[in-house]
């Protein structure tokens, strides 16, 4: 195995069109090198992106933020501005691990990792976050949802690699929000999570909603009919239920040691309730 | 596997070390370097014994490679105490008898440092979710946030002082 650490864009996709063997990218490595320790891969070269300024950095863009893929977790959860505009995107990037985790982890290893009950990436497929991902045929933006084909596969190929994701601006009167259930109180992984990111008229009717699922299927789920469930409602009592009928029904999860497809189909949708009122509140101001 | 040339500064003293591609931060510390005080629990970043700081963050270093950490700053529980004189946190860790078989201690040290040099005066709630990715299987948990919640108050009395 070799070890590379390129420091411009150019140079990290040049050694992934040159290389002839099986590659990793080296990003916080809260996942990869977990792997690697456990003999789960076995690369012949790994790329660590950390050292390429470009993609270390949050930076405005448009009214909204462009995350570097090099940027971890506990720096997005202290930059200010990330946390006002998408507050559920953060809470949910929050959650992902220890302390000592938060230090390296990233949203967009998160996102590579392909776990379908990865926390953040159902706050970013609410929030409409999209991907830039760079490639030796130059670069490309895709929406996050497009990225999970199956646990622990996406969409990058091989030549590739996610520069950063960016969240977009948002109108006035918008709220997003991620919860999700785990059977104690830190340090574990969603047996559900719920992403939801809303907007309001001045009146308080809902003109946007995106429901976005994690841990109750193969990839995390965009459910566009759950969020049409919200619009056109003040999501009062009647449209929360609607809105836990049509996420329960769009649940296909598995069985395991973590909870049963009975539990997972019911939890989402009362998770479902929780999140649509805290983005309704935010939204509110 | 070619072995890697990496100059890194640990506790303040410039270091060069070669390690293989593959090799963790935490089997450098222990293997290569002779700072064993970092310990290793789980290799997985689940327990928090290896505890260590890149840079001003706290990580696991069974989770960074050695080559990483070229040209960067780490520091290890070997750095903690001044000289002779103990860190206030380690002086309490014995006060309050926050340790049993001793194995997560440092990993714990560590970790606090991180907290109350970041947050002078954390609440025991957030005391407690900062370390809880740091597993302690004689469960004394209780005496270590008393011990972290104490040294807080003395630290902030003395900056006052």
């Known amino acids: 195995m ?12 040049r050694l992934l069109s040159e290389a002839s063997g099986s590659t990793r990218i080296l990003a916080g490595g809260t996942d990869t090198i977990v792997q690697l320790n456990a003999e789960q891969i076995e690369p012949d070269l790994i790329v660590d992106i950390k050292r390429i300024g470009e993609i270390r950095g949050i930076t405005n863009e448009n009214g909204g933020f462009r995350i570097g893929a090099a940027v971890s977790c506990a720096e997005m959860t202290e930059h200010d501005g ?7 995107c953060v809470e949910a990037a929050g959650l992902i691990g220890s302390t000592q985790v938060q230090g390296r982890a990233t949203i967009a290893g998160n996102l590579c990792n392909g776990s379908p009950a990865a926390d953040s990436v159902p706050a970013m497929v609410a929030a409409g976050a999209v991907v830039r991902i760079i490639g030796t045929d130059g670069s490309r933006d895709v929406a996050v949802e497009k990225i999970p084909v199956g646990p622990g596969k996406t969409s990058i190929g091989a030549d590739e ?31 559900v999570g719920v992403g939801i990111n809303l907007t309001m008229d001045a009146s308080g009717v809902c003109t946007a909603a995106r429901v976005a699922l994690g841990a109750v299927a193969e ?22 239920d609607n809105l836990a009928r049509a996420v329960s029904a769009a649940c296909k ?6 909870g049963t497809v009975e539990f997972r189909t019911r939890v989402a949708g009362v998770l479902a309730k929780r999140v649509a009122k805290i983005a309704a509140e935010r939204a509110r101001g | 596997m070619a072995n890697i040339q990496v100059s890194t500064k640990i506790n303040g003293d410039t ?52 080559a990483e950490v070229e040209g960067q700053e780490v520091n290890t529980i070997e750095g903690m105490a001044d000289g002779g004189n103990l860190h206030p946190l380690q002086r309490n860790f014995i006060k309050f008898a926050a340790l049993q078989c001793g194995f997560c201690t440092p990993g714990f040290l560590v970790a606090a440092k991180a907290l109350l040099d970041k947050n002078p005066d954390p609440t025991e709630t957030e005391i407690r979710y900062w370390l809880a990715g740091n597993l302690c299987r004689c469960t004394g948990y209780d005496k270590i946030v008393r011990a972290v919640l104490h040294t807080a108050e003395e630290m902030r009395g003395q900056a006052r002082g």
């Open chain 2, 15 to 66: 270091y060069e070390f070669l390690c293989r591609p593959d090799e963790t931060l935490l089997e450098v510390l222990r293997d290569r370097i002779g700072l064993t005080g970092s310990k290793e629990g789980c290799a997985s970043g689940d327990c928090g014994a290896c505890s260590v700081m890149l840079g001003d963050r706290v990580v696991s270093s069974c989770l960074v490679l050695g």
């Open chain 1, 219 to 240: 990839t995390v789920l965009l459910v566009e009919e759950a969020g049409d469930t919200l619009i056109g409602t003040h999501i009062d009592d009647a449209a929360l």
């Open chain 1, 253 to 258: 999860p598995i069985n395991d040691k973590r």
């Open chain 1, 82 to 88: 990330v946390r006002d505009l998408w507050p559920g």
């Open chain 1, 2 to 13: 070799k070890y590379l650490a390129p420091t411009t864009i150019e140079g990290a996709v």
């Open chain 1, 161 to 191: 690699f996610v520069h950063s994701i960016f969240l977009p601006p948002r109108p006035e009167r918008s709220g997003d929000a991620y919860l999700r259930f785990i059977p104690r109180t830190e340090m574990d992984i969603a047996v």
